[in-house]
């Protein structure tokens, strides 16, 4: 099992930064990725970033050029949000997929709040 803990959300205003980070515990081995997503009031859950273990990066067009993904060390991703706009508000969740022998793996935070104002 691998626990995922989120941390750094919170309120700014259009135009400001915020980071997040997740730090991974417990049998945090064979990571093929990690990353974040985003859900907003009433949508699915999309994918925000995530950066594959050879640090081969993924963004949505929507965050392309403001945030930036970042692994701090093998266990700890983080997510640097500039330039924030109010469509940036969602509850953004960390993510861990894990190949193993044994079969491939996903593991989800609870997800933290993000609110923008304008």
């Known amino acids: 099992q691998v626990q995922l803990v989120e941390s750094g959300g919170g309120l700014a205003q259009n135009g400001g930064s915020l980071r997040l980070s997740c730090t991974a515990s417990?049998?945090?081995?064979?990571?093929?990725?990690m990353g974040w997503y985003r859900q907003k009031p009433g949508e699915e859950r999309d994918l925000v970033a995530t950066?594959?273990?050879?640090?081969?990066t993924n963004y949505a067009d929507s965050v392309k050029g403001r945030f930036t993904i970042s692994r701090d060390n093998d266990n700890t991703v983080s997510l640097q949000m500039d330039d924030l706009k109010p469509e940036d508000t969602a509850v953004y969740s960390c993510?861990?997929?894990?190949?193993?022998?044994?079969?491939?793996?996903?593991?989800w935070g609870r997800g933290t709040q993000v609110t923008i104002s304008s």
């Open positions: 417990g049998n945090v081995f064979n990571v093929n990725s």
């Open positions: 950066m594959v273990t050879n640090s081969q």
């Open positions: 993510n861990l997929r894990q190949r193993t022998a044994h079969g491939n793996y996903e593991y």
